[in-house]
């Protein structure tokens, strides 16, 4: 399936994309960012320590075992700084 | 019951002049503001503070922690204003304002939004000194802050 991916903050700047059309067999969070980690040497260094990162499917903060199929978009980024 | 996330400034005073017009139901009126504050250190003086945030989800995210005040809290009317874009030293980053027939829910309530949101509203802070630029980190107190709220999640 295709899903949009989107990135922000750190993760945005070392993939060097806001946001991309995937397509991905994955079926969690997980295993996208396993997916991802394939396309190059940037994703690697991006996705190199998950427990930085955070997830939201369609907009909510979800965990990486979180189920994507039907998602519509999925987005990375660091821990929030709002306030 | 209200949220914006917005780039140009807002005015405090007019805002809680807004929220409580015409209202006799209002005991008790709690604002915060966060501004932007300077670097302490000379030799790296902050220039500017961007502020990067995921359009949609911070509606959402900000819509979901205001209800949630709202269900706990007997609260006759909140607001919740988060700016993005570039900010300098001394300006507004955001406010809150909750209010209830009596102090206590408006006090507890504006601490309740305040604490969520540093944690899960989709902001980015990057901070600019001399053509450099640094991510924020977030903060492991801002993640306990919410502990005693009861849940981790909003």
Known sequence: MAVKVLYFAWLRERIGE???????????????????????????LAFADV???RAAVDQDLVEFDADISGAGEVAFFPPMTGG | MAVRVQTEDFDLGAELAQLREGRTDIGALVSFSGLVRGSDDPDHPLDVMELEHYPGMTEKALAGIEAEATARWNLQASLIIHRYGPLRPGEQIMMVATASRHRQAAFEAAEFLMDFLKSRAPFWKKEKSGGAGSWVDARVSDED?????GRGGA
Not at chain 1, 28 to 40: N, S
Not at chain 2, 145 to 149: F, N, P, S, V
């Open chain 1, 18 to 44: 806001a946001s991309e059309v995937v397509e991905t067999n994955a079926k969690t969070v997980a295993e996208l960012v396993e997916d991802l980690r394939d396309r190059g040497e940037e994703y690697e």
């Open chain 1, 51 to 53: 427990s930085a990162i």
């Open chain 2, 145 to 149: 802050a919410l502990k005693r709220w």
